[in-house]
């Protein structure tokens, strides 16, 4: 059932590009990230990139890792528009920057216990990888020395460099 449903959406897909751009071709790339055919996420170590969102877990507790967003915000110039609670536990924290160009994008932070929470930064289904990998390893910049690089999820301590971002 769900290979019929993919199948119609390519055959869809194709048939909107041919009637609405003459015989150009859509790259093979491109189809695959609007419909997730290639896979369903691309990870680049700890962190995993999928739909235009970044996520990692970092062991830091909650409110300093939610500083080190504001921090980070302000480090690369862009304008907080939305710094709040997200759930009534207090537990998810939600974020809403912008750029000059008036681009949005979401960070997402949940604390999972006293030392690890979940960070999410969300650029948008067709955001910018590089743009989300940036303001992550902005946020991660401001962790202190014995918590950088060593204890982000996925990364055994043995294999980090002592220096390492």
Sequence with gaps: M??????FL?????????????????PLD?????LGMASSAASTGPEVYRAGKLETALMIQYPQLLQDVRTAATDLRL????DRSDSKSGDNWDFKLRDDQNAQI??????????LCRCCVD??????????KLIMRQIESHLSPSRSPTTRIGLPVSQAAPNAI
Aim: charged letters at 10%; hydrophobic letters at 50%; a positive charge.
């Design 2 to 7: 769900f290979a019929r449903a993919n199948l």
């Design 10 to 26: 390519v055959g869809l897909v194709v048939c909107a590009a041919l009637v609405c751009g003459g015989c150009a071709l859509i």
């Design 30 to 34: 491109t189809l695959s990230t609007v």
């Design 79 to 82: 304008h907080i528009a939305r």
């Design 106 to 115: 979401e960070i997402t932070i949940q604390r999972r216990s006293a030392m």
């Design 123 to 132: 650029v948008g289904i067709f955001g910018s990888e590089p743009t989300a």
